[in-house]
């Protein structure tokens, strides 16, 4: 069993900058291969990063490629997402989730465990 808490969100311009963390309980997170996820108002939930086990592999949406950076700390069991030059279009709630296994994926039916999320609202 993992729970996972995310923090970090809010509300800031357009070209700013968020880092969002999601905290793991449970002695499996240096075992899972993690995820960020986002949803709009309106819209399904999309898939934004995913990085494996160890931390060598990530692999980013489009959307967010070159913007947003996805990292974890094992021994901190925590993830992080770092995102930079905000656009309006990247308002959303921001979920984190886990999944067995060594490598992420953007399916997000893949993913076991699941964070609450955290708002990210970006003003133009």
């Known amino acids: 069993q993992v729970q996972l808490v995310e923090s970090g969100g809010g509300l800031v311009q357009a070209g700013g900058s968020l880092r969002l963390s999601c905290a793991a309980s449970g002695q499996t997170f240096g075992s899972a291969a993690m995820g960020w996820f986002r949803q709009a108002p309106g819209k399904s939930r999309e898939f934004v990063a995913a990085?494996?086990?160890?931390?060598?592999?990530?692999n980013y949406a489009d959307s967010v490629q070159g913007r947003f950076t996805i990292s974890r700390d094992n021994a901190k069991n925590t993830v992080y997402l770092e995102m930079n030059s905000l656009k309006p279009e990247d308002t959303a709630v921001y979920y984190c989730?886990?999944?067995?296994?060594?490598?992420?994926?953007?399916?997000?039916?893949?993913?076991?465990?699941w964070g609450k999320g955290t708002q990210v609202t970006v003003s133009s």
């Open positions: 990085i494996n086990r160890s931390g060598d592999t990530t």
């Open positions: 989730a886990a999944k067995a296994g060594r490598v992420g994926t953007g399916r997000s039916s893949a993913y076991d465990y």
